[in-house]
């Protein structure tokens, strides 16, 4: 298996532009996690999917956040309008089953809003 | 959800072994602990997990004293490719839950 798949890898954008980041779980994963990691506040689980529903969203940041899981091996991070401080990488990764089994990162995307 | 203590860095050399001691002084009774390793311009990569006593793989063992107040993750003979930040997790192993990572412990292999 590829592992789990994020594009882009990079993103640069204005301030108040939409941004949305992808990713491709590994396949017969039921759950997915998107995490936001900067310097100052480390990683952080923005939400998690299991069996494509989203079952905790409470650390999505704001209204500007949203994500989707529209089918099992597709998911998106959306953020409209992107702020400055959106700035960090988002990772997603996927697991077996919900829960703290092993979960498996991808590469991530380096998100840079000026 | 059990709050974890690490140091933030450590430093060693080739070839020793490394202990890297996690606290959860308000561990829940069912709270698993998870250790994941993360390098730089990476996704944290899972190393071990554990409930008591002791685990072991291919990559590293995983003690766990009899409160579960604190666990300590030990990494043979390490080498240079070793350097990266070490995070410890407690939750519990199959309920919704808001995951937190800590910091981490940043280990850095000097030849």
């Known amino acids: 298996d590829a592992g789990v798949i994020q594009s882009p890898r990079h993103e640069v954008t204005e301030m108040g532009q939409e941004v949305t980041l992808r990713c491709k779980p590994i396949?017969?994963?039921?759950?997915l996690f998107w995490y936001r990691q900067t310097m100052m506040r480390g990683l952080e689980l923005l939400i998690y999917?299991?069996?494509?529903?989203?079952?905790?969203d409470s650390g999505m940041p704001e209204d500007r956040f949203s994500a989707k899981m529209p089918n099992a091996s597709f998911s998106t991070l959306k953020i409209q309008p992107s702020e400055p401080r959106d700035s960090a990488v988002y990772f997603c990764?996927?697991?077996?089953?919900?829960?703290?089994?092993?979960?498996?990162f991808g590469p991530g995307t380096r998100l840079t809003v000026t | 959800l059990a709050k974890t203590t690490q140091p933030i860095s450590m430093d060693s050399y080739e070839g020793q072994e490394v202990n890297i001691t996690c606290s959860h002084n308000?561990?829940?009774?069912?709270?698993?602990i998870t250790w994941y390793q993360q390098f730089p311009s990476q996704g944290p990569r899972f190393i071990i997990q554990?409930?008591?006593?002791?685990v072991t793989n291919e990559v590293a063992s995983l003690f766990i004293p009899a409160d579960r107040k604190s666990s300590t993750l030990s990494l043979p003979r390490v080498s240079l490719s070793d350097t990266a930040v070490y995070y410890c997790?407690?939750?519990?192993?199959?309920?919704?839950?808001?995951?937190?990572w800590g910091a981490g412990t940043k280990l850095i292999i000097k030849p």
């Open positions: 396949s017969g994963h039921n759950s």
């Open positions: 990764a996927s697991s077996l089953t919900r829960g703290l089994e092993e979960q498996y």
């Open positions: 308000n561990i829940a009774t069912n709270d698993y």
């Open positions: 997790l407690v939750a519990p192993l199959d309920s919704n839950y808001q995951l937190i």
């Open positions: 999917f299991n069996n494509n529903v989203p079952i905790d």
């Open positions: 554990g409930y008591k006593t002791k």
